[in-house]
């Protein structure tokens, strides 16, 4: 079976990708590990503005410190190395990644200024990655910025970083924008070859016993999937960019529907983590059986047959959807409608 897909210009053996995740790709081993499970490409975890400013940051403070005594000013050194020591690293290991590595290794950078961006983004291309996600995570809690303020730095980011950077990049997006199709546009203009949907935005839970924020990290189901699904559905065909679908992929049956809807690639972090690398080759075979079993030749043949990319109107469509969805209500005993599963039939 022919389970092959192209992602942002890079020939995949099939579309199951870990997902930018520290545990996932924490060093060189872990990247290892992957690759000997049989993933197609692996996203490294991001690499955060504040931790490269925190670094400079501790630079500084160490030098001025060693400014400030005097001859033993060079005991201080040992120790400015090892505080300065986490950005390195990771261009290290991603370096070595992308050296020893025969799958492709994509760097990932999340950063707070365009200049944070523009800076950065170079590094990663020296370090070989075969591309770099931007991993975009901004959530406006000023009143002052409007929409199209924050949608103009989206832009300036990635038309910044494709000024200095020539390997593909992807952009993860959370899904919060008045016009989806419109802002995918403008990052595709501006330099975008993908798309990562979505990035999740982590929700902390209320206790009103102890008054204290719940920041535990809750990891998804496949039912999380539903959202990315939809704006894939949605923007294939529309949008001349690859998609790759992040959140709530966990079976075969997930994977199989985002290449329908018409994603590039699944990728998975939460699955990977609570059961382990050895999922990656059980959803392929699990994939592989499946296309047999319903006579496809290859994945490449599925992919977007059910986007809307033929629907002339998608608003008037969803709207259509929506109110018979509303109209079409009726009670469920668990209050929870069952994810349908390919041996569950039609
Ligand atoms: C422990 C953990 C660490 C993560 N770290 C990153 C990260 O560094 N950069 C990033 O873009 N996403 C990160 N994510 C988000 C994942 O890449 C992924 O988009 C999200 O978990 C949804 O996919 P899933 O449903 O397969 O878990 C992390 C997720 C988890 C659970």
Redesign the pocket.
């Known amino acids: 079976m022919d389970l092959s897909t192209s992602y942002l210009g890079l020939d995949l053996k099939h579309p199951l990708v870990p997902?930018?995740?520290?545990?996932l790709s924490r060093d060189l081993d872990a990247f290892r590990r992957a690759e000997d499970a049989g993933a197609s490409a692996v996203v490294m975890?991001?690499l955060f503005e504040e931790e490269i400013r925190m670094d400079a940051d501790k630079f500084d403070f160490f030098l001025d410190f060693g400014s400030e005594s005097f001859a033993e000013a060079v005991d201080y050194f040992p120790q400015l190395r090892s505080h300065a020591a986490p950005v390195e690293r990771y261009f290290e290991v991603l370096e070595e990644a992308s050296a020893a590595l025969d799958i492709p290794v994509i760097g990932?950078l999340?950063c707070v200024s365009v200049d944070g961006w523009a800076e950065y983004a170079p590094r990663f291309e020296q370090a070989g990655a075969a591309a770099l996600?931007l991993?975009i995570y901004s959530l406006v809690g000023d009143a002052q910025r409007s929409g199209p303020m924050v949608e103009r730095l989206y832009t300036e980011i990635v038309e910044e970083t494709r000024r200095r950077v020539k390997i593909p990049l992807s952009v993860?997006l959370h899904p919060f924008f008045s016009s989806l199709p419109n802002i995918a546009a403008a990052l595709q203009r501006k330099g975008a070859d993908g798309l990562v949907l979505f990035?999740?935005f982590y929700q902390p839970d209320l206790d009103i016993e102890t008054l204290e924020v719940d920041n535990r990290?809750v990891?998804?189901t496949s039912r999380?999937m539903l959202l990315p699904l939809r704006w894939i559905a949605i923007l294939y065909g529309r949008v001349p960019v690859d998609l790759a679908l992040?959140?709530?992929?966990h079976s075969h049956v997930d994977v199989l529907k985002g290449i329908l809807a018409g994603a590039s690639v699944t990728?998975?972090?939460?699955?990977l983590?609570q059961h382990g690398l050895g999922r990656i080759e059980e959803i392929r075979l699990e994939m592989e059986r499946w296309l047999e079993e319903h006579e496809y030749e290859s994945l490449k043949q599925m992919q977007g047959a059910m986007s809307q990319q033929h629907v002339l109107d998608p608003s008037a469509f969803e709207r259509a959807h929506h109110m018979s969805i509303l109209r079409g209500y009726s009670p469920d005993p668990t209050g929870v409608a069952p994810i349908r599963q390919p041996d569950q039939g039609a």
Request: proline content about 4%.
């Open positions: 997902s930018a995740c520290n545990p975890y991001s990932s999340n996600e991993n993860k990035n999740r990290l990891l998804s999380d992040t959140t709530g992929v990728m998975m972090a939460a699955e983590l």
